[in-house]
């Protein structure tokens, strides 16, 4: 509702001089009494028709015209802006957009040797990537290593050496994930065929890596890992022949592993 002065400013802009609600209005000034008193109906003026003589007229007074309802001005009362409603939440069936891909990780680049040396399994890196020669050092150095540990310091290779990555070019996925499972699936098959293995030499980080996904923090520890005999972690032999003092503290873990095949063996 609008006071009385908003109202009268309409109606003026409107040429409407009268007019009558039909309710109450607030804050409206009291009606005009005669406003309200119904208009009485107007008597048309009819000329008087020529009389004949010997005719008697008889003047039938006409019924008074209905008044017309008075049509009532329509007021358009401003109404306030609407407030823009924020979007509606999307339906339960609504696709959610899926995120992209992450890029595969590039393939990691390693050669490992599985070897036999009486009753234990040896799963060395190669430092060359070529199978071990006679007069390799680091050939020579892992002979010594078997001598110490008291096992046969000829080892019988076990297939063909790992090379990782497979293939080269195409979309094959070889990262990190996909070397681990291949190395293991190999190592877990070739174990299978010796059968009898008492502990598993991990030679160098990337037989740690890809053959129990362990780190250079287990160095010179045995350690269990499902699927595979006793774990013994090694440094790489390039490592062990550039840090000579390394092989003190490998020699001191490896009198307290060897009781384990020189009793198998027994």
């Known amino acids: 509702m609008i006071d009385e002065a908003r109202r009268r400013a309409y109606l003026g802009a409107m040429q409407v001089v009268s007019w009558l609600p039909r309710v109450a209005?607030?804050?409206?000034?009291?009606?005009?009494?005669?406003?309200?008193?119904?208009?009485?109906?107007?008597?048309?003026?009819?000329?008087?028709?020529?009389?004949?003589?010997?005719?008697?007229?008889?003047?039938?007074?006409?019924?008074?015209?209905?008044?017309?309802?008075?049509?009532?001005?329509?007021?358009?009362?401003?109404?306030?802006?609407?407030?823009?409603?924020?979007?509606?939440?999307?339906?339960?069936?609504?696709?959610?957009?899926?995120?992209?891909?992450?890029?595969?990780?590039?393939?990691?680049?390693?050669?490992?040797?599985?070897?036999?040396?009486?009753?234990?399994?040896?799963?060395?890196?190669?430092?060359?990537?070529?199978?071990?020669?006679?007069?390799?050092?680091?050939?020579?150095?892992?002979?010594?290593?078997?001598?110490a540990a008291g096992l046969a310091d000829s080892p019988r290779p076990l297939g063909e050496p790992v090379r990782w990555p497979l293939l080269r070019g195409g979309n094959l996925d070889q990262g990190p994930q996909a070397a681990r499972e291949y190395v293991q699936t190999f190592v877990a098959a070739r174990l299978e065929e010796e059968g009898d293995c008492a502990c598993l030499w991990l030679v160098g980080l990337p037989a740690l890596r890809f053959a129990a996904a362990l780190e250079a923090d287990a160095f010179n520890r045995e350690l269990q890992v499902e699927g595979l005999p006793p774990v013994w972690a090694l440094p790489g032999l390039e490592t062990l022949m550039e840090e000579p003092a390394r092989k003190a503290e490998l020699w001191r873990a490896m009198r307290q592993v060897r009781v384990r095949w020189i009793s198998a063996n027994e």
């Open 25 to 147: 209005l607030p804050f409206a000034a009291p009606s005009r009494p005669e406003l309200l008193e119904p208009l009485e109906p107007l008597e048309p003026q009819v000329p008087p028709a020529p009389v004949r003589p010997g005719v008697e007229l008889k003047i039938v007074p006409e019924a008074p015209p209905r008044p017309r309802p008075v049509e009532r001005a329509k007021i358009e009362i401003p109404r306030p802006a609407a407030r823009v409603e924020a979007p509606a939440a999307a339906s339960e069936g609504a696709v959610e957009p899926v995120a992209p891909k992450a890029a595969p990780l590039p393939p990691p680049r390693f050669a490992l040797q599985l070897l036999r040396a009486g009753r234990c399994a040896l799963l060395v890196e190669l430092p060359t990537g070529e199978p071990f020669q006679s007069r390799d050092p680091g050939y020579l150095l892992l002979r010594d290593l078997l001598r």
